[in-house]
């Protein structure tokens, strides 16, 4: 049986905390939550840091998501990366380890803000798809996403589970537990599948 899309969904987080709540601002967390859920129900996995950090109330420190984010690119077949406004930092330097790595990327930028020569450039050096932000994140906009997303998979689903190489202990860190890709079963229940 094919393996399911492996998608890192990647999207600014501090730009978006409310620090005082401890928590992701609800606006960003609902929007990124229906879009985390619209690739579930497309069949994906789906690794994004705010739902593996319980949307803020569980941060982790730099030495440790930094690794566990670079290792779910490693895993991942395409990023879906939401820009920000202005550009987030952290997706940037996602974005370089997806091009580092060739993963095909959806770019969402929002058209106002726009994003940096380099950001938009991108297209030169790995496959690259540019769309608007949503504007109103409607269900429509949403299966647009995924289905420009999914599509940067080629269509087809890969079939090989072999392990890229990469190790669960950076820098004398076990990251392991940090790294889950999530999909949801054929009852509706979500979970998370083992990656590394």
């Known amino acids: 049986m094919p393996r399911r899309p492996r998608v890192f969904l990647a999207a600014p987080y501090s730009q978006w ?9 609800p606006q960003w967390r609902e929007r990124l939550e229906r879009l985390r859920s619209a690739f579930l129900a497309a069949g994906s996995e789906v690794f994004n ?13 730099p030495e ?12 991942c077949d395409v ?20 091009s ?3 993963k095909p990327v959806v770019l969402l930028v929002d058209p106002i803000a726009g994003a940096s020569p380099l950001i938009t ?27 420009q997303t ?4 080629n269509g087809a689903v890969p079939t090989d589970d072999a392990d890229t190489g990469v190790a669960t202990n950076l820098a004398g860190l076990d990251i392991s537990e940090h790294v889950r890709f999530c999909t949801i079963d054929r009852c509706g229940h979500e979970s998370a599948t083992a990656t590394i």
Request: proline residues 5%.
């Open 17 to 25: 905390m409310d620090f005082e709540a401890g928590s992701v601002v």
């Open 100 to 102: 580092a790595l060739s």
């Open 150 to 153: 999914l599509w940067m998979v």
């Open 49 to 61: 840091a705010h739902h593996n950090e319980r949307w803020g109330e569980q941060w982790l420190a």
């Open 64 to 75: 440790v998501c930094t690794p566990a984010d670079f290792a779910a690119m490693t895993r």
């Open 79 to 98: 990023v879906c990366a939401l820009i920000g406004r202005p550009p987030s930092g952290g997706v940037a330097v996602e974005l370089g380890w997806a």
């Open 121 to 147: 450039g991108l297209g030169a050096v790995t496959r690259t798809e540019y769309a608007d932000e949503p504007t109103q994140w409607s269900d429509v906009e949403l299966r647009a996403i995924v289905k």
